[in-house]
C-alpha cells in the first residue's frame, strides 16, 4: 500500500500560482510513475501531469507551458506547480501512484493504483 497526502491548494487569482505537494508513504518502493489529475463540478477527471521515474514527464496540451512536475525522491514527494492560472483551472486535484513499469505515458486513471485524497484549487476571475 501506499498512502498520498496532498497540499497546497487554495484560492488563487487568475495569473497567480500555487504549488502543489503530495507526500508519499508506505511500500513507495514499487512505484514507478507518480501524476496529477484534476476533477471540476460536473465533469470527469482528467490528467493533468505525471512524471517516470527518473524523470520523464508528460502534460495535458491545457498546462503545457504553465504547469510543472517535479519530485524529491529522498523526501518521496510530487510537486505540481501551477502558474499563470485560469479559472478553468479550478478543480481538485488528486495526486496518484503508480505501480505499474513500462513506456507508459500514465495519462489514463487506471494506469495509478493508489490516490491522494485531493486538494482544492480555486481561480477567481
Known amino acids: 500500500q501506499v498512502q498520498l497526502v496532498e497540499s497546497g491548494g487554495g484560492l488563487v487569482q487568475a495569473g497567480g500560482s500555487l504549488r502543489l505537494s503530495c507526500a508519499a508513504s508506505?511500500?513507495?518502493?514499487?512505484?514507478?510513475?507518480m501524476g496529477w489529475f484534476r476533477q471540476a463540478p460536473g465533469k470527469e477527471r482528467e490528467f493533468v501531469a505525471a512524471?517516470?521515474?527518473?524523470?520523464?514527464?508528460f502534460y495535458a496540451d491545457s498546462v503545457k507551458g504553465r504547469f510543472t512536475i517535479s519530485t524529491d525522491i529522498a523526501k518521496k514527494s510530487v510537486y505540481l506547480q501551477l502558474n499563470s492560472l485560469k479559472p478553468e483551472d479550478t478543480a481538485v486535484y488528486y495526486c496518484?501512484?503508480?505501480?505499474?513499469?513500462?513506456?507508459?505515458?500514465?495519462?489514463?486513471?487506471?494506469?495509478?493504483?493508489?490516490w491522494g485524497q485531493g486538494t482544492q484549487v480555486t481561480v477567481s476571475s
Open positions: 496518484a501512484a503508480s505501480g505499474l513499469s513500462g513506456s507508459y505515458a500514465y495519462t489514463r486513471g487506471q494506469e495509478y493504483d493508489f
Open positions: 512524471i517516470r521515474w527518473p524523470a520523464t514527464t
Open positions: 508506505g511500500r513507495t518502493f514499487s512505484t514507478y510513475a
